[in-house]
């Protein structure tokens, strides 16, 4: 197989995890298309200057955190932020504690900041390290386990989890199986 | 960097194991719900177009050379 071909193929396989993150950074929809498309061309025209070996998936991910938040920061500038709307449709029911729906775990995650919620996703769900999510965000391992920290209670406190002793009978399974969470 | 952001999480920092669990559950859910998405199909599009330039660009500075 030719370098390109070799390449091309191992883009490819990324795309899957790429688009969990873009989604992730930016909600769903054609914006996260876009910033999976800009970074897989970036990587391509860059592809020169990935060392071999090392971590592709962190390189992308990098690539996509930088594309996304110099275009936040500009966005920023011109949008007005509508954070209190969206949470005041965040609807908790106490009923279904320890029950809770997908579409309204991703509605508590939007609320969180960009890079709360971009450090609980490195660290949570993509399986990196610390370290890796450090390097990946450009800071210090130390910011990355504050932002982690603040990310599960903001999380916890939307969810209306934070009151909550225990879960309901039906909650996931709850000790020992999902360490990712847990700091180092 | 921000000191008000950055700084230590002072007494109620803990969340209960559990409960943490619970929410790493969800989000590695979440996360792979995405990721088993089927993948829109410009995306291979967009790399056999990148490959075709890659190569044709290679080509012509081959001629060039020649």
């Known amino acids: 197989m030719t370098a390109i071909a ?29 910033l999976v498309q800009e ?29 996304y938040f110099s ?4 966005a920023r500038r011109e949008v007005q932020d509508v954070d209190g709307e969206a949470a005041a449709r965040l609807v908790s029911h106490p009923e ?18 960009p890079d709360q919620r971009e450090a609980l996703i490195l660290i949570g769900a993509s399986g990196f390290s610390y370290e890796e999510a450090a390097e990946i965000c450009g800071c210090a391992v130390g910011t990355v386990k504050s932002r982690v920290n603040r990310a599960r209670q903001r999380l916890l406190h939307l969810l209306a989890l934070d009151s909550a ?15 990712a969470l847990h700091d180092n | 960097m921000s000191q008000n952001e950055e700084k230590p999480l002072n007494g109620k920092g803990a969340v ?20 088993s998405e089927p993948v829109p199909d410009r995306f291979a599009s967009l790399l056999d177009e990148l490959e075709k330039r890659e190569r044709s660009g290679a080509e012509q500075s081959q001629e060039a050379r020649e």
């Open chain 2, 16 to 35: 209960k194991k559990p409960i943490q669990a619970h929410l790493g559950d969800q989000l590695k859910r979440y996360f792979s719900s995405i990721v």
């Open chain 1, 6 to 34: 070799a390449l091309k193929n191992a883009l490819l396989a990324e795309i899957p995890s790429l688009r969990a993150f873009a989604i992730s950074l930016s909600g769903n929809g054609d914006k996260a298309d876009d």
């Open chain 1, 165 to 179: 002793d225990e879960l309901g009978p039906d909650a996931a399974p709850l000790s020992g199986k999902s360490p």
């Open chain 1, 71 to 74: 275009q936040y920061r500009k």
């Open chain 1, 96 to 113: 279904q504690q320890g029950h809770l729906d997908l579409a309204d775990f991703r509605m508590a995650l939007e609320q969180l900041s």
């Open chain 1, 39 to 67: 970074t897989l061309m970036k990587a391509w025209a860059a592809h020169a200057s990935f060392a071999e070996g090392s971590n592709l998936r962190a390189w992308l991910f990098t690539i996509m955190r930088n594309t």
